[in-house]
């Protein structure tokens, strides 16, 4: 079993910068995969972002490209997702997801094995 849990979330005007953290624990496997999820109210859940075990891949969705950054820091199994610029439509629950392999070519739910409870992202214009 794998917990996760996400922190950082709040309040931020448009324009502004958010720093999401999400740390494991329990049996972590030695390759594992984190990715940030996000659901806006009456939305479907959207990937945002993933890195691979070593922090060398990452990959984003276009609408956080060139304005999230997500990295990792292994030894305190803690995933970080920067968030720059933000924009009201940035409005979400996020959620950090946990599987293990290779690579970060993950981009759907039910590639992920487990999940955190969420923090939640509010941008006001």
């Known amino acids: 079993q794998v917990h996760l849990i996400e922190s950082g979330g709040g309040l931020v005007q448009a324009g502004g910068s958010l720093r999401l953290s999400c740390v494991a624990s329990?049996?972590?496997?030695?390759?594992?995969?984190v990715a940030w999820f996000r659901q806006a109210p009456g939305k479907e859940r959207e990937f945002a972002a993933s890195?691979?075990?070593?922090?060398?891949?990452?990959f984003y969705s276009d609408s956080v490209k060139g304005r999230f950054t997500i990295s990792r820091d292994n030894d305190k199994n803690t995933v970080t997702l920067q968030m720059n610029s933000l924009k009201p439509e940035d409005t979400a629950i996020y959620y950090c997801?946990?599987?293990?392999?290779?690579?970060?070519?993950?981009?759907?739910?039910?590639?992920?094995?487990?999940w955190g409870q969420g923090t939640q992202v509010t941008v006001s214009s």
């Open positions: 329990g049996r972590t496997h030695r390759n594992y995969v």
């Open positions: 997801a946990y599987r293990s392999g290779y690579g970060a070519k993950y981009f759907y739910q039910a590639e992920y094995t487990y």
């Open positions: 890195i691979d075990w070593n922090g060398e891949s990452q």
